[in-house]
């Protein structure tokens, strides 16, 4: 078997362009890492930023159709080289912490080329070359030293177009489990929002305000970036902890051995935790904590919010917050200059609508979600297990077909 480096086949380069605006440069449209990172391929109807660039980084760091960008950067080794298939045509320069790989043509297929950066082969490589400690990279020193396996240019094309026809199936079926999941989980809050303001008092004109006994907030130290287990190890809460209206306690990151933890920020079991900066569609989001966890601390973009429990129940209050009623009322008080991070402030939280009825009828109704919530759970987890084993099987497929050990041209003949 030949294997040739990177560098032997490809031209590399790693872009320098960041997204500023600067006067004077030209403005150009940039390709990030996060369009990089979330998609398999660059296409047309994708929205890239504004920002500007020089000449001399227009003419280096341009792509082009058949290019293959991926990430050069990441805070774990495991999370670096993910990559993406250029196909659009539009004029569009490469950003900061994305790299370029520009085939040869006489030495490698371009979607060959693409498959085999796709490949756990080279993501075990990247583990590999990467350095660093609390955020890894790739020195451009480093990228082109990448081994990848080098049939004939014939060869290449077909191992190429078989993954491009067997990866389509399985993201075809993908698709359909994460459809499946959706429309599970839209089911779900639909029919808790319509149990939630069936016994609602319309006539109140209570807020939250009026139940909340005390509101804390978090900090945000420098963390690392694997998770603390909240009991015998500090761990930082991340914003997403409560996405969904479900607590997640593992969505969290480990504290420095040498920081010194806040005790007056650890969580409390009862307590509803809310995301106050993150996207437009998830900011807000509440959760109750269902556990005791001694060593896991709120960060400054969440809120934990005490109710009286004499005349509020905690679960039933976190459910009204999930509700299409509330949602549209803290969508339309978050502000923020992007779309990715959206900001409410705990004012105008506390001033939510909260028409509150008895507490014993927020207990009734919060104790049936809790009951139908377990069903929901199990066939959501299980449409998400045969998705894992589809991604598990299409990295298998890659690999093998780019180290050649899978003929492609007698797969599946064997029914």
């Avoid at 049939?151 to 190429?160: E, H, M, R, T």
């Avoid at 963390?223 to 969290?252: H, I, M, Y």
Wanted: aromatic letters at 6%; proline letters at 5%; one cysteine or more.
């Amino acid at each position: 078997m030949t294997f040739s480096r990177l560098s032997h086949v490809a031209e590399v380069s790693v872009s320098t362009v960041d997204k500023h605006t600067v006067e004077g440069e030209v403005p150009v449209r940039l390709c990030n890492y996060v369009d990089v990172y979330k998609n398999n391929a660059i296409v047309d109807g994708l929205i890239f930023m504004s920002a500007t660039a020089t000449p001399d980084e227009i003419r280096r760091f341009s792509i082009a159709p058949g290019d293959t960008l991926f990430t050069k950067d990441s805070e774990t080794a495991d999370d670096i080289g993910v990559p993406a298939y250029v196909q659009t045509s539009s004029p569009l320069v490469c950003g900061y912490h994305v790299a370029i790989a520009r085939p040869s043509e006489r030495a490698v297929h371009p979607r060959y080329l693409y498959w085999s950066l796709a490949s756990s082969a080279a993501a075990q490589q990247w583990q590999v070359l990467a350095t660093g400690v609390t955020r890894v990279g790739l020195r451009q020193s480093d990228i082109g030293k990448l081994s990848i396996w080098m049939p004939d240019l014939q060869q290449q094309a077909v191992i190429a177009d078989f993954l491009d026809r067997e990866t389509a199936k399985i993201d075809a079926l993908l698709g359909k489990q994460d459809a499946l999941v959706a429309r599970l989980r839209e089911h779900h809050r639909s029919a808790n929002a319509q149990a939630v303001e069936s016994v609602l008092d319309l006539e109140s004109g209570a807020r939250l305000k009026h139940f909340v006994t005390e509101m804390r907030q978090g900090w945000s130290p420098q963390c690392e970036s694997v998770p603390a287990d909240g009991v015998t190890e500090w761990g930082v809460l991340k914003t997403g902890c409560v996405n969904g209206g479900v607590f997640r306690p593992q969505e969290n990151k480990l504290l420095p051995a040498d920081a010194e933890p806040r005790v007056e920020t650890v969580v409390r079991r009862g307590e509803i935790v809310m995301s106050r900066a993150s996207t437009r569609d998830l900011v807000g989001s509440a959760a109750v904590v269902e556990a005791d966890y001694p060593r896991l601390m709120l960060s400054d973009k969440t809120y934990a919010i005490t109710v009286d429990r004499r005349v509020a129940d905690p679960w039933f209050v976190s459910s009204f917050l999930g509700t299409p009623r509330i949602r549209q009322a803290i969508e339309l008080e978050a502000t923020g200059a992007s779309h990715s991070m959206q900001n409410v402030s705990k004012e105008d939280l506390l001033n939510l609508p909260m028409p509150l009825p008895h507490v014993e009828s927020q207990v009734e109704v919060a104790r049936a979600l809790a009951a139908d919530a377990p069903k929901v759970d199990a066939m959501v987890a299980k449409a998400q297990e045969l998705s894992s084993k589809l991604r598990e099987r299409r990295a298998a497929l890659i690999t093998a077909a780019v180290t050649g050990k899978l003929d492609v041209t007698t797969y599946g003949k064997a029914g």
